[in-house]
């Protein structure tokens, strides 16, 4: 299996930064992308950043120009930066990392989340 762990989550004022990391272990192969989704309370899960071994980078339409992800494959390790935080941008993050060749039946594994509020 795999997991995956996320931190750096929390309480911001509106136009701070936050920057998140999620770790992934286990049966780490053929990683296609990891990346990050949000879901905020109801609303549908939606795309933040994922991105691929070599730092191909594809951003949901909101984030681009102020949220930058970027991949430590050594460390299997993906983050996000998030500059210029909105009150919209108030969610709980998910972790995701969908690989090439199933593990376990799957190949979609997600992080439990972490929080991000961004409020005044």
């Known amino acids: 299996q795999v997991q995956l762990v996320e931190s750096g989550g929390g309480l911001v004022q509106p136009g701070g930064s936050l920057r998140l990391s999620c770790v992934a272990s286990g049966s780490i192969f053929n990683v296609l992308f990891m990346g990050w989704y949000r879901q905020a309370p109801g609303k549908q899960r939606e795309l933040v950043a994922i991105i691929s071994p070599d730092a191909t980078t594809t951003y949901g339409d909101s984030m681009k120009g102020r949220f930058t992800a970027s991949i430590d494959n050594a460390l299997n390790t993906v983050y996000l930066q998030m500059n210029n935080l909105k009150p919209e941008d108030t969610a709980v993050y998910y972790c995701?990392?969908?690989?090439?060749?199933?593990?376990?039946?799957?190949?979609?594994?997600w992080g439990q989340g972490t929080q991000v509020t961004i409020s005044s």
């Open positions: 995701n990392t969908h690989l090439g060749a199933m593990v376990g039946g799957r190949y979609d594994f």
